[in-house]
């Protein structure tokens, strides 16, 4: 903390000698967003832009859009901030993994997002975030492309290692496996079907790790469990939903059915 003040105290007093300087403007921005100033920090982007656009501006109009969608969810500020970015430097990945966010308000948008999010990617290859992989599962999935949802969302796993995984990416994973273990039973296909209702339990296993109470990851281990036929296992899940969440008719419902298998 005492850096990031000392930062915008040098900043702050390079703009006061040289109000021209655009670089001290963004890195005084910079300094301000890290601190959490928003509306300073707009302001120093902004003025950067106007002092020198073509040196500063693609960075500092990301930033600004980067903003406006974190703090903001202001969908149209951000896509029209990404825009003015792109038309100054069109190979910032940053840029259009943040497009392929603001695209996720939008209805239907799928194949748009994902289309966004494998450009972010293919603009940086070998240093990919795992959270472009994970974006791009995620979108993948919802167009029911299942085995591109999961090798992008295999990636990411891979690349996050030890760290502290995203949870959107976890309930993916499970659900991909979930979805491809009731296909497999569609084919008639036990011994597929058993491995991915395995995977889809170890996925919902270790999200429920960072979320315990979420009702839709516990129906969904729940009923994953139910399809390798643990069903003691799954009546113990959905009691749990029942504790949290006393009047979900499904729970109920789920409890009678493993009564009854």
């Known amino acids: 903390i005492d850096l990031l003040r000392d930062s915008i105290s040098i900043w702050r007093e ?156 976890l309930e993916t994973m499970a659900k991909i496996h979930y979805q491809k273990g009731e296909n497999s039973e569609k084919f008639k296909n036990s011994t597929i079907a058993k491995i991915e209702f395995e995977k889809s339990v170890k996925y919902y296993k270790e999200v429920l790790l960072k979320d315990p109470e979420n009702k839709g990851l516990l129906s969904g281990y729940g009923n994953a469990l139910i399809k390798l036929n643990s069903y003691n296992y799954a009546m113990q899940i959905f009691r749990r939903v029942i504790r949290i969440y006393p009047e979900d008719p499904m729970a109920y419902q789920k409890i009678a059915e493993c009564l009854v298998a």
């Open 14 to 169: 390079s703009v006061k000698s040289d109000p021209e300087f655009a670089k001290a403007h963004y890195n005084l921005g910079v300094a301000n967003d890290w601190d959490g100033n928003i509306e300073d920090a707009l302001f120093r982007y902004q003025k950067a832009i106007s002092l020198n656009p073509e040196l500063i501006g693609a960075a500092a109009h990301f930033n600004i859009a980067r903003l406006f969608w974190e703090n903001y969810k202001d969908e149209t500020r951000t896509l029209s901030e990404l825009e003015k970015a792109k038309q100054i430097n069109p190979n910032i990945p940053e840029i259009y993994n943040l497009e392929g966010l603001a695209y996720s308000n939008k209805k239907e948008s799928y194949s748009k997002e994902a289309e966004l999010y494998q450009k972010a990617i293919d603009l940086n290859k070998e240093n990919a975030p795992p959270v472009f992989y994970s974006n791009l599962c995620i979108a993948k999935f919802y167009l029911n492309q299942l085995e591109d949802a999961q090798a992008a969302g295999e990636k990411s796993y891979q690349f996050y290692g030890e760290k502290e995984k995203f949870i959107g990416l």
